[in-house]
T-cell receptor, first 113, second 113 residues
Framework: DSGVTQTPKHLITATGQRVTLRCSPR?????VYWYQQSLDQGLQFLIQ???????AKGNILERFSAQQFPDLHSELNLSSLELGDSALYFC????????????FGPGTRLTVT | EDQVTQSPEALRLQEGESSSLNCSYT??????LFWYRQDPGKGPEFLFT???AGEEKEKERLKATLTKKESFLHITAPKPEDSATYLC??????????????FGEGTQLTVNP
C-alpha cells in the first residue's frame, strides 16, 4: 500500500458524459501527478500540481482538466468522453516538486461505452 | 523529447534462472532513472532510483545499475512471485518538464516454477 488513495476504482459511463476522478496523496506529500495508461500507449504523463498550483502539463486533452485543493487532494475532470478515453488513470504523489520518487495509487479504471 | 526503450518486451524464465532487463534512454539532463514493478490492474510499485552513471542499488533478488545511456535490472534466482511488468522511467531537466516521468513500455516477466 503506497498511501495514495484514488476513488472510484471503476467507472463505466457513456460517450459524451463527464466524470471526476479523485486522488488523495500520501501524508506529507505536496506534489500530485496524473498519468493515463492505455493498452496502446503505455503510461503517459498528463499534469502535475504542487501545493495547489499547476507545475507542468503533458499531452493532456483540452477536454480534461485538473485541480489541487487546499487540503492537497486532487481531482481530474474528464468531459465529452470518447471511446478512446477508456484507460487506467493513475495518481501519484511525491514530497516535493523536484527529483523525488513518485508513489502511485491503485488507479481508476474508466470504461466509456 | 525524452525517450525510453525497454527490452525485451516479454521474458519467460524458469525459477532460479537469472537474467537482465534493459532500459535505454535519451534525456535532456538526467535527474533520475526509476524502476517500478506493476502487477496486472494495479498501480506501479516503486523499486529504485538511480541518479548518476556507475550507481547500483539492490533489493532482495533485484539489482539496478546505470550507465550514461542505459540501465539494467538484474534478477538473480527469480521466484514465481517476481512475475510482473517492470517499468523504467526517466526524469529530465527542462524548463517545462516539471517532475514528470517518461516511461518505457515495460518488460513483462513470467517466472515458471
Amino acid at each position: 500500500d503506497s498511501g495514495v488513495t484514488q476513488t472510484p476504482k471503476h467507472l463505466i459511463t457513456a460517450t459524451g458524459q463527464r466524470v471526476t476522478l479523485r486522488c488523495s496523496p500520501r501524508s506529507g506529500d505536496l506534489s500530485v501527478y496524473w498519468y493515463q495508461q492505455s493498452l496502446d500507449q503505455g503510461l503517459q504523463f498528463l499534469i502535475q500540481y504542487y501545493n495547489g498550483e499547476e507545475r507542468a502539463k503533458g499531452n493532456i486533452l483540452e477536454r480534461f482538466s485538473a485541480q489541487q485543493f487546499p487540503d492537497l487532494h486532487s481531482e481530474l475532470n474528464l468531459s465529452s468522453l470518447e471511446l478512446g478515453d477508456s484507460a487506467l488513470y493513475f495518481c501519484a504523489s511525491s514530497v516535493g516538486p523536484g527529483f523525488y520518487e513518485q508513489y502511485f495509487g491503485p488507479g481508476t479504471r474508466l470504461t466509456v461505452t | 523529447e525524452d525517450q525510453v526503450t525497454q527490452s525485451p518486451e516479454a521474458l519467460r524464465l524458469q525459477e532460479g534462472e537469472s537474467s537482465s532487463l534493459n532500459c535505454s534512454y535519451t534525456v535532456s539532463g538526467l535527474r533520475g532513472l526509476f524502476w517500478y514493478r506493476q502487477d496486472p490492474g494495479k498501480g506501479p510499485e516503486f523499486l529504485f532510483t538511480l541518479y548518476s552513471a556507475g550507481e547500483e542499488k539492490e533489493k532482495e533478488r533485484l539489482k539496478a545499475t546505470l550507465t550514461k545511456k542505459e540501465s539494467f535490472l538484474h534478477i538473480t534466482a527469480p521466484k514465481p512471485e517476481d512475475s510482473a511488468t517492470y517499468l523504467c522511467a526517466v526524469q529530465g531537466v527542462t524548463e517545462t518538464s516539471g517532475s514528470r516521468l517518461t516511461f518505457g513500455e515495460g518488460t513483462q516477466l513470467t517466472v515458471n516454477p
